[in-house]
């Protein structure tokens, strides 16, 4: 326990050193002048200080405050690791379709591959008495082959198999990636809008206001999601709402069961803040209240939301994949990651056989989720001026 | 103090009422046409008079009458416990949560009472030892349960223990004994098919309750009284299991308070996973059929039952720590 608060302080005080440090040279530098140059030394003191002086600053690296978060996020392997992952998979969804013009292994989103595939074999024994009365067994062999190859082993022109449809797997990971990584990025940037208005002003005007707001927040938080989804879903195909943009307003409709933690969250910052000195001091200068929101209190703000958009990027994506698991999503040849898991819903003789069409899913879903966890995580610890960790 | 529970009451009404109006606009938004061309070859599959059906429906959502008052007569009829019919189970709502909730309960509650039990200890241990083994354990397997989905944990735990090792069944809760198995026989029958969807359900929830038993335990560590008790001289594990631990287990019974409504509704996706005839798997396979009513119905249960956590937790609260101040 003392070993670590040793070590936090120690973190804290970098720059501080680098300066005692540097002083220290300074005198190091002075010593070694004789006594005979002393009454010439002094005259010249003065000069050669404000020399060193501009040395000093000049050595010490005054780190701006986004520099300085970029340091400590940058310091810390869990959260680079994730900011690497998130390009890898952002590179892979994005630039890996281009590929198709030069690989046959990529395929396009729904392009069924209309060779023969495998050959379904029907081998079926049925039995008859022939004229002697005894049992005899024929066998009927039929094997035909098909109009498409679905379910696909994995093959140089299918790195990873094909599915039900005769879809490749590896291809419509890319499109899927495409969809996952980036809806979460409208959800949650509508959430934190809604969120920032009404919890800015529930936590700053107070009163009814706050009352009032808290207590749809409250309504809000008891909304099952899953189940209103589905409904929002039927509602959606009973207004005719096709595909991408059914996908897109279910997100939308996602924010606007989503705002109400981050207004809480908002609300419980702004509290604080708004008793703070500096906010005194607005007061007493007599900044308009729009200046005094925006520019004083939201910028302060915006370290938890940073971090908090960051960690519901991860959720995002994990409800996209529950929501097209249980087949609330788009259709078929739409790729979605919660697209592709949904063959889990099938009958386990079915997907037990073909751990190629489930498992990279799974596998990408995972990775995303961690690595926007940790680069959340890591900016977290670099926003904290205490520096926990 | 009655005061206090009073107020907290009258507030999750309000609370509820909220929901129940955002719930019923929901059903006033969807065309009735539409209900009736999608479900007509499902009521003709069981055999039920479309016409009869439809007009029952209207009626009981108030889509005959105005927004306003179509709302209270449908609140009217939630009141009395009434929540509708399903079309998929043809029969009471709340009959078919009633009846499916009990198995639910069981699975989840002992879920529940594992996590505790493997939580609680290991999370003081890391708390003491920080940075030591258990206190990675805890960070890694807290990391596992929120990236993790179920379905797809799941889908490897079949896979890997179900089909290649044939260790557990696949799915169901019995398999098919002979009639004149003993009671002990069929017991274990069913908690060797539970094995796997409970140790799936601790699994990917043990590591965040471990660090938030860990991040108790540590602010209770740092308080004056624990450095009083080392102070006065006492041995190390009497300052932690004596005066700290006690302290640590407040936000844990409030916590454990609050879950415990939420076990009642069902894990949709474990069950479904596993064929656990449960109120989630019921309510799955309404979903799947597009059983408005019936997914209505489960929507004010678990309305209902979280709100019922949120107030039995601020209630816990306020019994288990006499510092909280009840007038607020």
Request: proline share 4%; glycine share 8%; hydrophobic share 50%.
């Amino acid at each position: 326990m003392e070993e670590k608060e040793r070590q936090k302080r120690a973190e804290e005080l970098l720059v501080g050193e680098e300066i005692s440090n540097l002083s220290s040279q300074e005198g190091a530098e002075k010593r070694p002048v004789s006594e005979e140059t002393v009454h010439i030394a002094e005259s010249v003191a003065a000069l050669e200080e404000e020399e060193e002086q501009e040395h000093l600053e000049d050595r010490v690296k005054m780190l701006s405050p986004g520099a300085v978060v970029a340091k400590r996020f940058f310091r810390s392997k869990l959260s680079v690791i994730g900011l690497i992952t998130l390009i890898v998979l952002f590179v892979f969804s994005f630039a890996g379709p281009l590929l198709q013009f030069v690989t046959p292994a990529v395929w396009g989103q729904d392009e069924v591959d209309r060779s023969p595939g495998k050959i379904v074999e029907i081998n079926s024994p049925y039995e008859y008495d022939d004229i002697d009365g005894n049992d005899q067994v024929a066998y009927e062999y039929i094997a035909s082959p098909n109009a498409f190859n679905f379910d696909g082993p994995i093959s140089p022109t299918h790195l990873l198999g094909t599915d039900k449809n005769g879809y490749d797997v590896l291809s419509r990971l890319m499109y899927g990636g495409r969809i996952s990584l980036t809806l979460g990025f409208v959800v949650v940037i509508l959430e934190t809008l809604i969120g920032i208005v009404l919890g800015g002003l529930a936590g700053y005007f107070g009163k009814w206001v706050d009352m009032l707001i808290m207590r749809i927040v409250d309504i809000f938080n008891c909304i099952p999601q899953l189940p209103i989804m589905l409904i929002i879903s039927y509602m959606l195909d009973a207004n005719n709402v096709e595909a991408m943009s059914k996908l897109y307003i279910m997100m939308a409709m996602l924010t606007l069961i989503g705002w109400a933690g981050v207004a809480r969250m908002v609300r419980g910052q702004i509290l604080y803040l708004r008793e703070q000195e500096y906010m005194m001091a607005a007061e007493a200068t007599g900044l308009s209240l729009w200046r005094k929101l925006f520019k004083h209190l939201l910028p302060n703000v915006l370290p938890q939301l940073i971090v908090s958009m960051t960690l519901g990027l991860g959720g995002i994506i994990l409800t996209e994949a529950t929501l097209g698991y249980l087949g609330l999503g788009v259709p078929d040849e739409y790729a979605t990651w919660g697209n592709m898991i949904n063959v889990l819903t099938s009958e386990v003789s079915y997907w037990g056989q073909y751990p190629n069409q489930w498992v990279p899913v799974g596998i990408c879903i995972v990775l995303a989720v961690l690595a926007f966890n940790f680069v959340g995580d890591g900016l977290r610890d670099a926003f904290d001026p205490k520096m926990k960790r | 103090m009655v005061k206090y529970i009073i107020k907290r009451i009258l507030l999750a009404i309000v609370i509820l009422l909220g929901v129940s109006v955002i719930i019923y606009s929901l059903v006033r938004m969807m065309p009735v046409d539409f209900i009736t061309t999608q479900f007509s070859d499902q009521f003709a599959q069981n055999n039920v008079d479309i016409q009869a059906e439809i007009e029952r429906l209207k009626v009981f959502y108030g889509l005959n009458d105005g927004i306003i008052e179509g709302y209270f007569k449908w609140l009217g009829k939630m009141l009395q416990g009434d929540l509708g019919n399903s079309f998929k189970y043809s029969d009471k709502v709340s009959t078919i949560i009633v009846e499916n909730m009990g198995i639910s309960f069981g699975i989840a509650f002992a879920a529940l009472i594992l996590e505790f039990l493997i939580a609680i200890p290991l999370g003081v241990k890391a708390a003491t030892k920080q940075y030591g083994v258990v206190d990675y354990t805890a960070s890694v397997l807290a990391m596992i349960g929120t990236a993790l989905p179920t379905f797809f944990f799941a889908a490897i735990c079949i896979q890997l223990f179900s089909v290649q090792l044939d260790i557990f069944p696949v799915n169901g809760m019995t398999s098919t004994l002979p009639i004149d198995a003993s009671g002990w026989t069929r017991f274990w029958d069913v908690i060797w098919h539970l094995i796997l969807p409970v140790g799936i359900m601790v699994f990917l929830s043990v590591g965040s309750l471990m660090r938030y038993t860990r991040t108790n335990t540590l602010e209770v560590l740092n308080a004056d009284y624990i450095r009083t008790a080392r102070a006065k001289g006492l041995g190390e594990s009497k300052v932690i299991y004596k005066h700290a631990f006690r302290n640590t287990l407040i936000p844990l019974v409030t916590l454990l308070a609050g879950t415990l409504p939420g076990l009642f509704s069902g894990a949709m996706i474990t069950e479904q996973m596993f064929g656990i005839e449960g109120i989630g798997l019921k309510a799955y396979e309404a979903l799947k059929a597009g059983d408005i009513p019936f997914i209505m119905g489960y929507n004010m249960f678990l309305a209902i039952l979280t709100v019922i956590g949120t107030l039995l937790a601020d209630l816990m609260y306020a019994v288990v720590d006499p510092r909280v101040k009840l007038t607020k």
